[in-house]
């Protein structure tokens, strides 16, 4: 069998454990891939480690015991977090983003990889260490950035529904108050989409007060579900008396400047 220097096996490890994020990979299977001691590959991981930590680009985690190996866990260097969410602000000030309604328009960044793999690392590194089994959003613009912070939890997207869909056979439905229209509002979700007892966290686009956010809890306390932690790309201040405190942002929004265009500047749990 072919034999791989040390620059291969490191640059194969790497790859495999940044493309599969927070999932544990059994040390033999290196072993089997590149015919090598288990010793030689614990060597070649000490030294990935050691070059993300410098980097702070994340951090390969040791799961012990007979079936256990190693994992990514994703971050970002508090440099690089920084210059994103600056970046991401001068974006949204665009005078030409506000559309009618005082409403910034975010559609193109939602869908944007780049922008969206970068922000779901950022709210992703805060949840890693609450055993996450669920994301949890709406079917909103939000889905993009809940499916990759999904993937960088290692965990399944669970998609609530506004309305009733034959395809999810039965559902739960609730009624929930929108926190800044005081409206009353609807959601579904199938019974076969979560078990009972776990543990989610609810991941979406723009925060107003916070009511879908309490909609989701209690949508949850349906499954005898608990809502671990909240993770929003923007944050609106314009809305004081939040109906909850407990969340993640990376971007607050503070409104339309007399110019015309949005104020935004980088959230306090990013600069933190």
Same mark, same amino acid.
């Not at 290196?30 to 070649?44: C, Q, Y």
């Not at 108050?177 to 579904?188: A, D, K, L, T």
């Not at 009972?196 to 349906?222: H, P, Q, W, Y």
């Not at 005898?224 to 969340?247: A, P, Q």
């Given at each position: 069998?072919?034999?791989?220097?040390?620059?291969?096996?490191?640059?194969?490890?790497?790859?495999?454990? =940044?493309?599969?994020?927070?999932?544990?990979?059994?040390?033999?299977?290196?072993?089997?891939?590149?015919?090598?001691?288990?010793?030689?590959?614990?060597? %070649?991981?000490?030294?990935?480690?050691?070059?993300?930590?410098?980097?702070?680009?994340?951090?390969?985690?040791?799961?012990?015991?007979?079936?256990?190996?190693?994992?990514?866990?994703?971050?970002?260097?508090?440099?690089?977090?920084?210059?994103?969410?600056?970046?991401?602000?001068?974006?949204?000030?665009?005078?030409?983003?506000? +559309?009618?309604?005082?409403?910034?328009?975010?559609? %193109?960044?939602?869908?944007?990889?780049?922008?969206?793999?970068?922000?779901?690392?950022?709210?992703?590194?805060?949840?890693?260490?609450?055993?996450?089994?669920?994301? #949890?959003?709406?079917?909103?613009?939000?889905?993009?950035?809940?499916?990759? $912070?999904?993937?960088?939890?290692? $965990?399944?997207?669970?998609?609530?529904?506004? %309305?009733?869909? =034959?395809?999810?056979?039965?559902?739960?439905?609730?009624?929930? $108050?929108?926190?800044?229209?005081?409206? +009353?509002?609807?959601?579904?979700?199938?019974?076969?989409?979560?078990?009972?007892?776990?543990?989610?966290?609810?991941?979406? %686009?723009?925060?107003?007060?916070?009511?879908?956010?309490?909609?989701?809890?209690?949508?949850?306390?349906?499954?005898?579900?608990?809502? =671990?932690?909240?993770?929003?790309? $923007?944050?609106?201040?314009?809305?004081?008396?939040?109906?909850?405190?407990?969340?993640?942002?990376?971007?607050?929004?503070?409104? +339309?400047?007399?110019?015309?265009?949005?104020?935004?500047?980088?959230?306090?749990? #990013?600069?933190?």
């Amino acid at each position: 069998m072919e034999k791989f220097s040390r620059n291969q096996r490191i640059a194969a490890i790497t790859k495999l454990l =940044v493309e599969n994020p927070s999932k544990m990979v059994n040390l033999n299977k290196f072993t089997e891939v590149f015919n090598a001691a288990k010793s030689t590959i614990s060597e %070649d991981v000490v030294i990935i480690r050691d070059i993300f930590n410098k980097l702070e680009v994340g951090n390969i985690e040791t799961i012990a015991g007979a079936s256990g190996g190693i994992k990514y866990v994703c971050n970002s260097s508090q440099e690089e977090k920084n210059k994103f969410a600056e970046g991401l602000c001068a974006i949204l000030a665009e005078k030409d983003r506000i +559309i009618p309604g005082n409403f910034i328009y975010m559609t %193109d960044i939602m869908y944007n990889p780049e922008i969206v793999h970068k922000a779901a690392v950022i709210l992703a590194s805060n949840f890693n260490n609450l055993g996450v089994q669920y994301v #949890v959003t709406v079917e909103t613009k939000g889905i993009p950035l809940a499916y990759e $912070v999904a993937k960088m939890l290692c $965990v399944e997207l669970i998609i609530v529904r506004r %309305d009733n869909r =034959v395809t999810e056979g039965p559902t739960v439905s609730i009624n929930y $108050v929108s926190g800044s229209g005081r409206r +009353i509002q609807s959601m579904s979700l199938s019974r076969k989409s979560i078990k009972r007892g776990s543990k989610c966290i609810f991941v979406d %686009d723009f925060m107003k007060a916070g009511g879908t956010a309490l909609g989701i809890i209690e949508m949850l306390r349906e499954f005898n579900s608990e809502l =671990v932690g909240i993770g929003v790309l $923007v944050e609106s201040t314009e809305n004081k008396s939040k109906l909850l405190n407990n969340y993640i942002s990376i971007i607050q929004f503070n409104g +339309i400047s007399e110019n015309g265009s949005a104020i935004l500047v980088p959230s306090n749990n #990013v600069k933190k």
